[in-house]
T-cell receptor, first 114, second 116 residues
Framework: AQSVAQPEDQVNVAEGNPLTVKCTYS??????LFWYVQYPNRGLQFLLK??????LVKGSYGFEAEFNKSQTSFHLKKPSALVSDSALYFC????????????FGDGTTLTVKP | GAVVSQHPSWVICKSGTSVKIECRSL??????MFWYRQFPKQSLMLMAT?????????EQGVEKDKFLINHASLTLSTLTVTSAHPEDSSFYIC????????????FGDGTRLSIL
């Protein structure tokens, strides 16, 4: 069985500072990893994914994530946070052998203060 | 990019009524659709997975007679909450996926269901 952990319920950063939202995973086989963002009363929006290739993945809105196989992590990062980045972030791993189901982490609320 | 339209976005109705939520993929063929329920400030709980033309697969603990799912075409899936009660009040989100599983899921904007 696959699982995803987001150890922090809440991350607070000041605008302009770098941000990191943590994610660790557990899968059998190669992981298909995704980050999504959710704004209030909205569905999830895709940010970026790791399938194969370079460990550093760049995505939407200036976000990037680093895949670390030895640490089974896929942390989301941004060099300079914006107030508008404040939202709920979900890490997910997709099981390619089980109808493509995704397992989501519990989510991390990011608050960027001016 | 891929767009999924979910309708309605907000429903308020009396206890005992049935509510239908539609999920449409607008610019791609969705071979698989997923229905989720989300409680405030919590993660998504997968309710069921539906494949076009076949019966939906429900997650453990989800009543299939309560939450009827129909995936009649490659662009439309519906979730009907039958005889809804206040405890069914929640945020319901659909997601559509094409045939390639290394691609992200595309989500609707969700439906806020409030049962009085």
């Amino acid at each position: 069985a696959q699982s995803v952990a987001q150890p922090e319920d809440q991350v607070n950063v000041a605008e302009g500072n770098p941000l990191t939202v943590k994610c660790t995973y557990s899968v059998s086989g190669n992981p298909y990893l995704f980050w999504y963002v959710q704004y209030p009363n909205r569905g999830l929006q895709f940010l970026l994914k790791y399938i194969t290739g370079d460990n550093l993945v760049k995505g939407s809105y200036g976000f990037e994530a680093e895949f670390n196989k030895s640490q089974t992590s896929f942390h989301l990062k941004k060099p300079s946070a914006l107030v508008s980045d404040s939202a709920l972030y979900f890490c997910a791993v997709r099981d390619m052998s089980n109808a493509g189901k995704s397992t989501f982490g519990d989510g991390t609320t990011l608050t960027v203060k001016p | 990019g891929a767009v999924v339209s979910q309708h309605p976005s907000w429903v308020i109705c009396k206890s005992g009524t049935s509510v239908k939520i539609e999920c449409r993929s607008l610019d791609f063929q969705a071979t698989t659709m997923f229905w989720y329920r989300q409680f405030p400030k919590q993660s998504l709980m997968l309710m069921a997975t539906s494949n076009e033309g076949s019966k939906a697969t429900y997650e453990q603990g989800v009543e299939k007679d309560k939450f009827l799912i129909n995936h009649a075409s490659l662009t439309l899936s519906t979730l009907t909450v039958t005889s809804a009660h206040p405890e069914d009040s929640s945020f319901y989100i659909c997601s559509a996926s094409g045939g390639q599983r290394n691609q992200p899921q595309h989500f609707g904007d969700g439906t806020r269901l409030s049962i009085l």
